[in-house]
């Protein structure tokens, strides 16, 4: 079965420090990968999504992702985080033959100082 | 851009009783839908899988009989949860894709509280 892990449970940073929030998942064929955003109070927002291509994959807000295949990884960055970056982060990830359905990670949360 | 609309966004119930939830596409058809539940400080888990026309898929040890769901239309699926009980609270969020495999659009989310 599929499965989506998420290493770090809460992530404590000062603004202007770099993130990486670690995702991993179990599954040998092809994948979509995602990343979403749960700020305090409000739904899910899509951060970015991997289908194919390039293997680093902007989203918004600044956010980055990198795909390694060979790691079975989707890693998400950030250069300089803000105190408005505080919220919940869930990878996500989509086995290509089963349509919409998503498997979730745990989520991080992420606590920024300002 | 695509929107999911999920009613009502909180409702509180007395064991015993049933709720509905509703799940609607806006501007696009959705052949499924997909229906999670977040308890407190966890992540989301994929509870059953809304197919327009036929029934539902549910995961492994989510009760169907609990956990009803109806996909009627192309743009309206409906979860009821029966005969609540407190531990039925939680917060249920739906989702579709817009085409294939797009990104999931997600409801806003519906706040359950079994009293």
């Known amino acids: 079965a599929q499965s989506v892990s998420q290493h770090n449970h809460h992530v404590i940073l000062s603004e202007a420090a770099s993130l990486e929030l670690g995702c991993n998942y179990s599954?040998?064929?092809?994948?979509?990968l995602f990343w979403y955003v749960q700020y305090p109070g409000q739904h899910l927002q899509l951060l970015l999504k991997?289908?194919?291509?390039?293997?680093l994959v902007k989203g918004i807000k600044g956010f980055e992702a990198e795909f390694i295949k060979s790691k079975f990884s989707f890693n998400l960055r950030k250069p300089s985080v803000q105190w408005s970056d505080t919220a919940e982060y869930f990878c996500?990830?989509?086995?290509?033959?089963?349509?919409?359905?998503?498997?979730f990670g745990q989520g991080t949360e992420l606590s920024v100082k300002p | 851009g695509a929107v999911v609309s999920q009613h009502p966004s909180r409702v509180i119930c007395k064991s015993g009783t049933s709720v509905k939830i509703e799940c609607r596409s806006l501007?696009?058809?959705?052949?499924?839908m997909f229906w999670y539940r977040q308890f407190p400080k966890q992540s989301l888990m994929l509870m059953a899988t809304?197919?327009?026309?036929?029934?539902?898929?549910?995961e492994q040890g989510v009760e169907k009989d609990k956990f009803l769901i109806n996909h009627a239309s192309l743009t309206l699926s409906t979860l009821t949860v029966t005969s609540a009980h407190p531990e039925d609270s939680s917060f249920y969020i739906c989702?579709?894709?817009?085409?294939?495999?797009?990104?999931?659009?997600f409801g806003n989310g519906t706040r359950l509280t079994v009293t």
């Open positions: 501007d696009f058809q959705a052949t499924t």
């Open positions: 996500a990830v989509n086995a290509y033959n089963q349509g919409g359905k998503l498997i």
């Open positions: 991997y289908f194919s291509g390039d293997p």
């Open positions: 599954y040998g064929g092809t994948v979509n």
């Open positions: 989702s579709a894709p817009q085409t294939g495999n797009s990104p999931l659009h």
């Open positions: 809304s197919n327009e026309g036929s029934k539902a898929t549910y």
